[in-house]
């Protein structure tokens, strides 16, 4: 497994962690349609939106904040994939969202973890 798998595995958990003490519901990890992924579906008990979660990990700010990795194209084919969640869920009438959740790694320092609510 390469470095780059291992932090973004690890970033995946956190952020698991992270909407579990929110009180989110975790309903699926890692879903893949064609080639792309969804990293987390989980249920907002407090909304009850579906909400498609997407996380990204970064250990330097080189190419900048990790958010910046969410461009259009990205966004484009996570829509797709949701898309096909629901088709295949049988999922009609269930109000979605986007979630970002990015994590910034320090040197000596617990990572720095933000969640965007309603990211796009």
Not at 1 to 13: R, S, Y
Not at 16 to 37: P, Q, S
Not at 99 to 105: G, M, N, P
Request: charged content about 40%; some cysteine; glycine content about 4%.
């Amino acid at each position: 497994m390469t470095d780059k798998k291992k932090i973004g595995n690890k970033g995946e958990e956190l952020a698991a962690e992270l909407l579990t003490k929110k009180n989110y519901k975790i309903i699926d990890k890692n879903y893949r349609f064609g080639k792309g992924e969804i990293d987390i579906i989980c249920e907002d008990t407090e909304s009850k939106n579906l909400v498609f979660v997407e996380v990204k990990s970064r250990t330097n700010l080189n190419f900048g904040d990790p958010i910046f990795a969410l461009t259009k194209r990205k966004m484009a084919q996570l829509r797709k994939i949701a898309d096909s969640y629901l088709y295949e869920k049988k999922l009609d009438d269930i109000d979605c969202r986007f979630d970002v959740i990015t994590i910034l790694y320090k040197l000596k320092e617990k990572p720095e973890i933000k969640h965007y609510k309603n990211a796009f």
